[in-house]
C-alpha cells in the first residue's frame, strides 16, 4: 500500500469572530508518524477536520495524495479516522455500526480485525453502544479506525480513557503503521507519548505554525532532553 | 445500492424503530376512526379530517423531524468521516425522515378510510385528495426540519425554531392575510390575495381540500374566486405542483446549507 500524502496550504478558517487557522502551510511526511502539538485551542481539531472535509475552510487548500479536497468523497475511502470522542449512533450496537460502515464503503473482505480482538471486544458488540463504558467506546473508536486499513489513519488524542493496558496495545499498533504503508497523523497532550510514537511534529499555535520537522531536530535546537521542556521553551518563546 | 439508500435504510430501521412514529399512525388511526364513526356522513368526517391534516400532520413532522435530526448527530458526524458525500448523505436523511413519517400517515389515515369508506359517490376520490395533500405536507414538513436542525446548532432554539416553522404556516400567515384584506379593502384583491396563499403550502392544503369537498362557500366570496382557479384539472393540478414546489425549495436550500456546514 502506497502511504497518502497531504498538503495543506495558507489554510485559514475561522468560527465567527474566532480565527482558528490563520494561514497554515504544512506537509504531512508519507509512511510517518506525525504529531500535531500545541495548546488548547490552537486549532489541532479543525486542522484535522479541514483534511476530513468535515470543516470546510475559508480560504487555502488541503491535498491529499495531490487531489484537492472538496466535493468528491472518494479519498476518505482510504482515511482511517478516530475522534477525539466516539461519535457512534447510540442505539446501534457496535456489530451494526461495523455493518454500516462496511456497508457504506463497501468493503466486507480483507479487514484488519486485530484490535477487536486485543481488546476482546467480542463480547461487547451486540449491546447498543450507549451502554458501554466510556473505556470500550474509546476501544472500539480505535479499532474502527483500523478497521479498513487505511493508507491515512487519523488519530485525535488515541489514548485519552484508555486504561494503560490497552493504551499500551493501541500505541503498538500505531507503531507498526508506517511499516504497513499508513501515513498517520495524530494529537496528545501527553509529551511522553509524543516521543514515544512520532516522528515528525507540527506544532500549532494560536492557528500558526511555529515548529514543523522531526522531534529529534527540535530536541536538538532547544538542547533540552525532553520532549515536554522543549515545547515549554518554544511556548515561551512564542508568547514574548 | 447507492449512498443515498445506505444512509436511508439505516435511517429508516432507526425512525422505524422508533416508538413516537408507532404512536403518530395510532393517534391517526384512532382519530379517523373516531370521526368516521361518529363523526357523521363520511363527507363531514372527511371535513373533520382536513384539520388534522392540516394542523396536526404539520406539527408532528416538523417537530420529530426536527428532534430526529438533532438525535442523528452523532450519525451524520460517523458518516461524514467516510466515502459518503454530503449531498447523498443528506438526501438519505430526508427519505429515511419522510418515507416513515407518509408511512405512518398512509397507514393511519388510509386504513380506516379504506375499511369504514363512507359517504356519497365523490368520497374515493376526496379521500384520495386528502392523503395526496397529507404525504405532499409531510415531505414539506420534512423539509422544514431539516432546513431548521442544519442552520441551528442549539437543539432547544432549534426546536423553538421549528414550532414558530409551525404557529407560522398555520396560523401567523392567516393573521397576515387577514391584516392585509382589511388594510385594503378598497381595492380589488382576489389576485394578490391568491398569490400570497400559493407561498404558504398549507393553505394551498386546505384550498385543495376544501375545494374537492365541495364546501368552498365556507370560504366566502373568495371561495368563488378560487372556485373560479381552480375547478378543473387545470388548477387543482397546478395547486399540488406548488405544493411540491413548496417541499422542495426548503429540502435545496437546505442541502445548500448542510454542504457549507462545519461539522
Known amino acids: 500500500m502506497t502511504p497518502t500524502r497531504v498538503r495543506l496550504s495558507a489554510l485559514r478558517k475561522r468560527f465567527g469572530r474566532l480565527e482558528v487557522l490563520r494561514g497554515v502551510d504544512a506537509t504531512i511526511a508519507p509512511g510517518r508518524i506525525t504529531a500535531i502539538v500545541g495548546p488548547n485551542a490552537a486549532g489541532k481539531t479543525t486542522l484535522i477536520k479541514s483534511i476530513l472535509g468535515m470543516v470546510r475552510p475559508d480560504s487555502g487548500t488541503v491535498l491529499v495524495d495531490d487531489a484537492a479536497v472538496g466535493r468528491d468523497p472518494g479519498y476518505r475511502e482510504r482515511i482511517g479516522y478516530m475522534p477525539q470522542a466516539s461519535r457512534f449512533p447510540e442505539q446501534l450496537s457496535g456489530r451494526e455500526v461495523i455493518g454500516l460502515l462496511t456497508a457504506v464503503r463497501g468493503r466486507r473482505d480483507g479487514l484488519d480485525e486485530e484490535l477487536i480482538a486485543r481488546f476482546r471486544l467480542e463480547p461487547h458488540l451486540d449491546r447498543p453502544v450507549r451502554t458501554l463504558s466510556g473505556g470500550t467506546l474509546q476501544k472500539l473508536n480505535a479499532a474502527v479506525a483500523f478497521l479498513f486499513r487505511p493508507s491515512l489513519l487519523i488519530l485525535d488524542e488515541p489514548t485519552a480513557g484508555l486504561d494503560p493496558v490497552a493504551a499500551g496495545l493501541l500505541k503498538d499498533k500505531v507503531l507498526r503503521a508506517p511499516g504497513d504503508g499508513t501515513t498517520v497523523i495524530l494529537t496528545s497532550h501527553i509529551m511522553s507519548e509524543i516521543e514515544e510514537l512520532a516522528e515528525n511534529l507540527l506544532f500549532l499555535v494560536e492557528g500558526s505554525v511555529v515548529y514543523q520537522g522531526p522531534v529529534a531536530a527540535l530536541l536538538e535546537r532547544s538542547g533540552e532532553r525532553r520532549l515536554e521542556r522543549a515545547i515549554a521553551e518554544m511556548l515561551a518563546g512564542a508568547a514574548a | ?263
Not at chain 2, 27 to 50: D, I, K, N, Q, Y
Not at chain 2, 187 to 201: A, K, R, S, W
Request: charged letters at 10%; aromatic letters at 12%.
Open chain 2, 1 to 263: 445500492m447507492s449512498n443515498t439508500g445506505k444512509v436511508m435504510t439505516s435511517q429508516l430501521r432507526n425512525v422505524a424503530r422508533s416508538r413516537w412514529i408507532a404512536g403518530y399512525a395510532i393517534l391517526l388511526a384512532l382519530l379517523t376512526w373516531m370521526l368516521l364513526r361518529f363523526g357523521g356522513s363520511g363527507e363531514r368526517a372527511l371535513l373533520s379530517l382536513l384539520n388534522v391534516v392540516l394542523l396536526l400532520l404539520p406539527l408532528v413532522t416538523v417537530v420529530f423531524g426536527t428532534l430526529y435530526v438533532y438525535n442523528a448527530r452523532e450519525f451524520i458526524e460517523m458518516l461524514l468521516a467516510q466515502p459518503v458525500g454530503r449531498g447523498a448523505l443528506y438526501t438519505g436523511l430526508f427519505g429515511g425522515l419522510a418515507l416513515p413519517l407518509a408511512g405512518a400517515f398512509l397507514v393511519g389515515v388510509g386504513i380506516p378510510l379504506l375499511v369504514l369508506g363512507g359517504g356519497g359517490p365523490a368520497f374515493p376520490g376526496q379521500a384520495v385528495m386528502l392523503v395526496t395533500v397529507g404525504v405532499l405536507l409531510t415531505l414539506v414538513f420534512t423539509a422544514f426540519s431539516l432546513c431548521v436542525a442544519v442552520l441551528i446548532e442549539d437543539r432547544a432554539r432549534g426546536l423553538g425554531a421549528a414550532l414558530f416553522v409551525w404557529l407560522f404556516t398555520t396560523l401567523i400567515y392567516d393573521g397576515l392575510i387577514l391584516l392585509v384584506t382589511s388594510a385594503f379593502d378598497r381595492y380589488p384583491l382576489e389576485g394578490p390575495l391568491l398569490g400570497m396563499m400559493f407561498l404558504n403550502p398549507v393553505d394551498l392544503g386546505r384550498v385543495l381540500l376544501l375545494l374537492s369537498f365541495d364546501v368552498s362557500a365556507l370560504m366566502g366570496y373568495t371561495g368563488a374566486v378560487y372556485r373560479q382557479f381552480f375547478v378543473g384539472p387545470a388548477g387543482m393540478l397546478l395547486a399540488l405542483l406548488m405544493l411540491a414546489v413548496c417541499a422542495a425549495v426548503p429540502f435545496l436550500l437546505g442541502l445548500h446549507w448542510f454542504r457549507r456546514k462545519d461539522f
